[in-house]
């Protein structure tokens, strides 16, 4: 697929996720062949102000590239203001978020909100595309309100006709749960709909679903979130299922825990040992949440006091899952936990 200038190929986007899209996870998913990652949706103000934290949530390092950075805001100047501002460290991609259903992102009338309002909506997109300095705008929309406002291809003819270079679609409408499927047949629909690049989203959790929403939707590129979570080798998988036909299947164990390592010390040098510690505990269970013992992992990794008593613990439970001794838990329940709530483990 390409961006205007920037080539893809046929490699997948890595969705934005807030408290998950950091330098390491992005930098891990590409290093295992993502062909775009993303900043977690960023605050239109809090670029325009300055602001520490959105900074922080925003800057990316060179290597990092091509990169994404997402944001979130209602006003077209400001977030026409916060594009200018963005376009000076050159991401590849400025995405509008447009799909975020959380209450406290929509009573503001941001996020998902905005496809209600298809003129505002063209204004956003035009304020951002007239300050973006060439750097193509994209917006990230879901199929519209509720099952009885579906207003997908509505809203793509307001991002389209606004000079957008990208459109990505998560089929779900915002009143859907996770337990709602993602509906592919609108993707199929839209695609008939829109002459720019169109990214399909949702529910693609194994390589083969992103190849099969392709084929049958005739999107150009996938975007996986959930999918990605403990999982880059999605995308190297993907890559060889595209370039060789063949699926090469889950890494073994030793190439899982090498890789959580390494994210976790990725997570040590950007935020320091206290501030990664949290980080490295989800993305821990990510990785290993497949592999017999997860229970007793679970059991374990939240009293942990350090990161090298974290680091240990990993070790350990690598040697336990090869010796063959630990309980082969229902991985179709954690699985069906984890696609309603990452944080599979919290009961809130
Ligand atoms: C933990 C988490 C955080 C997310 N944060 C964002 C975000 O910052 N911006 C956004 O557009 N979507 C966000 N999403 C939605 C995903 O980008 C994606 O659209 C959705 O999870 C469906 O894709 P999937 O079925 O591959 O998970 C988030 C999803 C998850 C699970």
Request: charged share 25%; proline share 4%; aromatic share 6%.
């Amino acid at each position: 697929m390409k961006i205007d200038s920037l080539d893809l190929g046929h490699k997948l986007l890595v969705a934005p996720m807030a408290d998950v899209s950091d330098a390491p996870f992005r930098k891990i998913s590409k290093k295992h062949g993502a062909g775009l990652t993303f900043t977690q949706m960023v605050s239109a103000d809090g670029v325009v102000n300055n602001n520490f934290d959105t900074l922080r949530l925003y800057s990316f390092g060179r290597d990092e590239k091509p990169i994404g950075v997402q944001l979130l805001g209602r006003d077209p100047a400001i977030i026409g203001e916060a594009v200018s501002e963005l376009s000076k460290v050159k991401p590849d991609l400025i995405d509008l978020n447009c799909g975020c259903p959380m209450e406290k992102v929509t009573s503001k009338g941001m996020g998902a909100s905005l496809s209600d309002d298809p003129q505002l909506l063209a204004r956003i997109v035009k304020s951002m595309v007239s300050a973006a300095e060439g750097i193509p705008v994209s917006v990230k929309l879901r199929l519209g309100k509720d099952h009885s406002n579906i207003n997908i291809t509505d809203s793509i003819k307001v991002v389209e006709d606004n000079g957008a270079s990208l459109v990505i679609v998560h089929a779900r409408t915002s009143s859907d749960s996770y337990q709602t499927d993602s509906n592919w047949d609108w993707l199929k629909k839209v695609k008939e709909n829109v002459s720019i690049p169109l990214v399909g989203n949702g529910s693609c959790f194994f390589p083969q679903d992103a190849k099969d929403l392709m084929d049958t939707t005739s999107c150009d590129s996938v975007m996986i979130a959930r999918g990605a979570l403990g999982n880059p080798f999605y995308f190297s998988r993907f890559n060889s299922l595209m370039e060789t036909g063949l699926d090469p299947g889950e890494p073994d164990i030793e190439e899982v825990v090498k890789v959580t390592i390494e994210h976790i010390n990725l997570l040590v040098q950007e935020f320091g040992e206290i501030n990664a510690f949290e980080r490295a505990k989800k993305q821990t269970v990510w990785y290993l949440k497949n592999y017999p013992g997860i229970s007793s992992l679970l059991d374990n990794i939240f009293k942990s006091k350090s990161m090298s008593e974290l680091e240990e613990l990993i070790l350990t439970h690598e040697k336990s899952i090869k010796s063959g001794k630990l309980e082969q838990e229902n991985i179709f329940e954690i699985n069906t936990r984890f696609k309603n709530k990452v944080l599979f483990w919290l009961s809130e």
